[in-house]
Every structure is written in structure tokens, then in C-alpha cells.
């Protein structure tokens, strides 16, 4: 077998070892699984890691002391890096959170956005030309200076190939690029766009424009490239990949170009494939993982919590896509293309039942359809909100008002009928990645359940991914219980993927991107398109944004019903500085693309 070597580690050596230590997990498992049992019932006295104490020892071939271990995956690709071609990299293992760096970024948890490889843009007043302004200090991981002609390299490249490209579209909007020098970039757009500047922004996990350095993608074959190591500008760079123990391996970039704004202090970050969640818990109880993945860790780190054990954090955080039920709006589907019915459909929704008893952990119900951020707060117009509370309150009367109303109404043996024909639903779900029934599917059997009452027989189904995504692409459904989002530096990004002028599809033709509840609604077009030539900070353009708030509320083309809260553990017996409830200085997903901002942030704690 063949092993990764070098600075300074005997792989080999470290790979034995581990091999023993299975071998003796395998033999004690009987053993293992009564300890966390009790850890979980607290029916023994808690050891020392219980008690917040490091076991000593290691699951990573790097000190201990010196590196932070995250969890995540799965992961399938190690010995690739191109961010271009689907399955080209593993996104979620370091690279996009430690390696890739961005010209700005959006501090979710803030609401503040933040200048980085870039340090301004501005717009010429028809705003069909954007000049770019970049740092003059900023350098590749393997010293070269980062210019604008590598923005303008990436550009072309990505024009060049858009049909091979991932998420290449937005380009075609770039006619022209001028150089004028090594650090400035000016865009010539097609069309008025006050928001092109958005392309370049990290929202969550990446932005549309990641910069590549000409020097090392210059005449490589886009579709085979590896860019194994990677080379970008972020603090860390990639130390080596052990595929057969799930590592990903980063270590400090010695020459990072903005050390004096942030130099993180430790020397290894290590991603690790997470095991199974027996394994994961244990490892995480003796801190030889910093961060779990599996979805049992926030029961088992509030256990933890529960024993005494002071080094465990538990943070919460509202993530983009909120959830939702989503009408297929089309206006063949009858009854379902009424706005009414869609009102009907939200006031059968328990919202409060939901988050009481589904939601796993403490949650909101929606009032707006988008999340709610320090930024987002801005949009809000409490008025508007509580003319149309009415639709958000869980009331079957009304929502069986609401149907009669709409001439469905009961015939033979209670159940509802319209022009004649009996009603009936379905309402589909994505299959969960754990192989459970998720949140979404208990939802979606519960809106089942009082659809039934009322008089419309309606069923739940699971579906699997490929399955799911034909069904949901042709408008084949009559509702969808999944995630929504879009709205996270301005409004128009919910409103323009509802423009059906721009992505309505019949039903039986894909939509592949944009409206793919098959909305139309003329008055609603009208006020995106008047948004779209506006200027987003402008205040000229509020009182459209408070019509287009209204025409969504009126129309209902998705029922939002809570923000979703993902909690995230962590342990601080090696490091200190996690972002916390009390202190959320920043997103705490480690596979969004702000999380190089935690590494930033953390300090040793000593370990022991």
C-alpha cells in the first residue's frame, strides 16, 4: 500500500498504530457501547472525559495541540481540486473554508459585509459598467502577486467553456473587460444591472466568481485538471490527503498575504470523513475531534452538558433556506392556481405544533419569506405583515371557509369535490441522506392529515433524489414540503426567480432554474422588472420593494412556516474562541465559506 508522506510525519507508522486501536475498539465494542449508554443516562460516575478531560489521544498524524479536527462529509474525491466540473472537488473538506479566498464576503451573523481580496466596486450611472477595485497585496499561496489580470483570465475562461462550466451563466453578461492596471478591473455589462456586484460577494458557501490564478490554469484542459494541490490565497494550503482514514489534511500558510488582519494560531486544520455516530460521539466526548457532523451531536453534546462537562458549546444558527410548502401554482393545475387555496393550505399548517413537536431544536415561525438576519431586519414592514397575519394562524374553519368559497365543496360521504370531480393531493418530499423521515415528511403528513379532515384525501411520499428533482424540474406535483430561499442581500433575489417572463416553463418541460412552481402572475412581473433596473440601496426604490412584499403575501406562491435553526457543537478543551449565542461574531458552519473566519478567531485552550 502506498502512503502519503512528508513534513515530518511517518504516515505509515501513524497508520499502524491507528489499525491496532480498531482492533481493540473492535474486541472491547461490547464494552464501548455499555460506556455510552451510561454516558447517555449519567447511570455511572462520569469519567474524566465526561468531565471535560482529553483522553491523550490522537486520530489525526498531527499534534494535537497544534491542529483543529473537523468532521464532515461524506467525501468521495481526494485527489482533485477543480472547482469547475461537477464532482471536480471535495468543497466541504477544507478547501472552500480554508484554501479558496473571495473578493468580499457577507457576515450573515452581522449582517456586515466585508472587503477581502477586494476593496471596493462602483458603477458608472446607467449601471451598465462596473469598475472593480482589488487589494494590491494580496498574493497566490505560491507567492505570485494576485492581479486583475487573473480576474479577467477566470472571466474569459469561464465565458470560453459555458457549456462545461458549473455556474458559468452569469458571464455571458460581460461583454467586455477593460485592464486599465494591475489592480483594477472594469466590467462592460449587456444590460442595466445594479446588482452585478453580487457575483462577487461570498452570500454562503462560495461566490459566483472564484478568482484562479492564470499562472497555474493557463492552457490546462478544464474538464481533466486536477489542480492537485490547489493553490489559492487563503491561510492555509493543502499538506497532503490519507484517503483511506478520510483526511484532509491543511496546514498553515506561512507567507498568508493578510497576516496583520488575520493570523490564525493554529498550525493544522484537519477534515476528517465523518464514522458513524457511535464512533463520532466517543471521539468527540475525548476531544479528539473539535466539531461532530452527525446529526445525533446535539442530543449527545446536551448529555455531555448534562454530566458536567464545561468544554462543550452548543450553538445556534438560522440558516438560509427556510422551510416551506410550495403550491405547484401553474394555471392548469385548478384549485391549486388560486391564490386562495394557497391560503387555505397555510392556514392548515400548526406552526406552533411544528416547532413544539418536529423541529428538533428551539425555532421561529415564518413571518417573512425570507430569514432573518441582522440585515434582513431592514425589509420589514410590520403593516404589511400583520394585514395578511391572518393566513399564517393555524385555523381549519377558516381554511374550509376558504374552500368552500372556492366552490369545493363537500359532496357524498364528506369528501370535497370541484365542477363535479372528487379532489385528492399528494404531497412529495426529497428522500433524507440519513434514510430517515426528516422534518420535511412529518410536516408534509401532518398537512396530509387535515387536507383528509377537511375533505381532500391526501398522502405523503417520500421520493428519492433523481426521482424528486424530475418531478419537481417538470412541475409534476400538487405541493412540495422542502426548503426555501434566495433573499440574503436583497429582496429582488427572491422576487426575480418568481418572474415568470423570465422562467416559466409549461408543465412536462424542464425548468431548470428559477420558477419552478410554475408561477405567473402579470402584476407581480411588473413590479420585479421595475426592481431589477433600480438600485437596490437606493431609497427611491423602497416603496417597490413594500408593493412587491404585498403582491408575495397576496399570492402566496410559497407558504414559508419557520426559520430554520441548525445547531452546531463544539469542544474547547484544545480551542477557545467558537462562535457562541452570546458572542456570534460570525457563521459557525464549517462548510460555509465564512468559516475561515472561525479558524481565524480561535485561540488555544491547552488541551489535557
Keep these: 500500500m502506498e502512503h502519503n508522506q512528508g513534513d515530518g510525519i511517518d504516515v505509515a507508522d501513524f497508520l499502524k498504530w491507528r489499525l491496532n486501536r480498531r482492533n481493540l475498539l ?3 465494542g461490547a464494552g464501548v457501547a455499555t460506556g455510552l449508554l451510561s454516558a447517555c443516562t449519567g447511570g455511572d460516575t462520569p469519567t474524566a472525559a465526561a468531565k471535560g478531560k482529553s483522553s491523550g489521544q490522537s486520530i489525526v498524524p498531527t499534534p494535537r495541540e497544534k491542529t483543529v479536527v473537523i468532521d464532515q462529509g461524506p467525501f468521495s474525491v481526494y485527489n482533485s481540486f477543480n472547482p469547475l466540473i461537477p464532482n471536480g472537488e471535495q468543497y466541504q473538506a477544507g478547501v472552500a473554508q480554508l484554501a479558496k479566498e473571495y473578493l468580499f464576503y457577507l457576515n450573515l451573523a452581522t449582517g456586515k459585509l466585508l472587503n477581502w481580496q477586494g476593496k471596493s466596486w462602483s458603477y458608472n450611472a446607467t449601471f451598465d459598467e462596473m469598475t472593480l477595485n482589488l487589494d494590491p497585496t494580496v498574493t497566490w499561496s505560491d507567492g505570485k502577486p494576485f492581479t486583475s489580470a487573473d480576474v479577467e483570465f477566470t472571466i474569459s475562461l469561464m465565458q470560453k467553456n459555458a457549456s462545461q ?15 486599465p492596471d494591475a489592480h483594477t478591473v472594469v466590467f462592460h455589462l449587456d444590460k442595466r444591472d445594479p446588482r452585478f456586484h453580487y457575483n462577487l460577494v461570498c452570500q454562503i458557501i462560495s461566490a459566483n466568481l472564484l478568482v484562479l490564478p492564470q499562472h497555474v490554469w493557463a492552457n490546462q484542459p478544464i474538464t481533466t485538471f486536477k489542480n492537485n494541490p490547489p493553490i489559492y490565497t487563503g491561510p492555509y494550503k493543502l499538506q497532503k490527503t490519507i484517503q483511506n482514514l478520510g483526511l484532509f489534511i491543511w496546514e498553515k500558510q506561512p507567507n498568508y498575504w493578510n497576516k496583520s488582519t488575520m493570523d490564525p ?4 486544520v484537519v477534515f476528517r470523513n465523518a464514522p458513524q455516530s457511535d464512533q463520532e460521539n466517543e471521539n468527540f466526548k475525548n476531544a479528539e475531534i473539535d466539531s461532530p457532523a452527525q446529526s445525533t451531536a446535539y442530543d449527545y453534546a446536551k448529555s455531555l452538558q448534562a454530566q458536567g462537562n464545561k468544554n462543550i458549546i452548543i450553538t445556534s444558527f438560522v440558516d438560509s433556506d427556510q422551510r416551506a410548502m410550495i403550491v405547484n401554482c401553474d394555471p392548469s393545475r385548478g384549485a391549486l392556481a388560486d391564490p386562495r387555496f394557497r391560503y387555505a393550505v397555510s392556514m392548515l399548517i400548526d406552526r406552533q405544533k411544528v416547532i413544539k413537536s418536529v423541529w428538533p431544536v428551539p425555532t421561529t415561525a415564518d413571518t417573512y419569506p425570507w430569514p432573518t438576519y441582522p440585515n434582513t ?6 403593516e404589511l405583515a400583520n394585514k395578511y397575519k391572518y393566513i399564517r394562524e393555524y385555523n381549519p374553519t377558516m381554511a374550509g371557509k376558504m374552500l368552500d368559497q372556492l366552490g369545493i365543496k363537500k359532496g357524498a360521504g364528506g369528501k370535497r369535490q370541484l365542477n363535479g370531480k372528487a379532489l385528492s393531493l399528494q404531497v412529495i418530499t426529497p428522500q433524507s441522506s440519513s434514510g430517515t423521515q426528516a422534518q420535511e415528511y412529518i410536516v408534509g403528513q401532518l398537512l396530509a392529515e387535515e387536507l383528509t379532515k377537511l375533505g381532500i384525501p391526501a398522502s405523503v411520499k417520500q421520493l428519492s433524489t433523481a426521482v424528486y428533482n424530475t418531478r419537481v424540474a417538470k412541475g409534476q406535483y400538487d405541493i412540495r414540503s422542502e426548503w426555501f430561499g434566495g433573499a440574503l442581500l436583497d429582496q429582488y433575489q427572491l422576487y426575480e426567480q ?3 417572463k423570465l422562467y416559466y416553463e409549461p408543465i412536462g418541460t ?8 410554475r ?9 420585479v422588472e421595475k426592481m431589477a433596473l433600480s438600485s437596490p440601496t437606493a431609497a427611491s426604490s423602497k ?3 413594500d408593493q412587491a412584499l404585498e403582491q408575495f403575501f397576496i399570492q402566496q406562491p410559497v407558504i414559508t412556516y419557520l426559520q430554520t435553526v441548525y445547531t452546531h457543537v463544539f469542544n474547547t478543551t484544545y480551542w477557545t474562541g467558537w462562535p457562541t449565542n452570546d458572542n456570534l461574531y460570525n457563521v459557525p458552519s464549517d462548510w460555509w465559506g465564512q468559516f475561515m473566519f472561525v479558524i481565524g478567531a480561535l485561540k488555544p485552550a491547552g488541551g489535557h
Design 510 to 517: 424542464n425548468a431548470l432554474s428559477g420558477d419552478n412552481m
Design 498 to 500: 418568481l418572474n415568470s
Design 165 to 179: 462550466v458549473a455556474n458559468g451563466e452569469w458571464t455571458k453578461e460581460v461583454t467586455s473587460m477593460t485592464v
Design 265 to 268: 494560531a493554529p498550525e493544522y
Design 519 to 527: 408561477f405567473k402572475d402579470a402584476a407581480f412581473d411588473t413590479l
Design 26 to 28: 473492535g474486541i472491547a
Design 543 to 545: 416603496p417597490t420593494y
Design 377 to 382: 431586519k431592514a425589509w420589514e414592514n410590520s
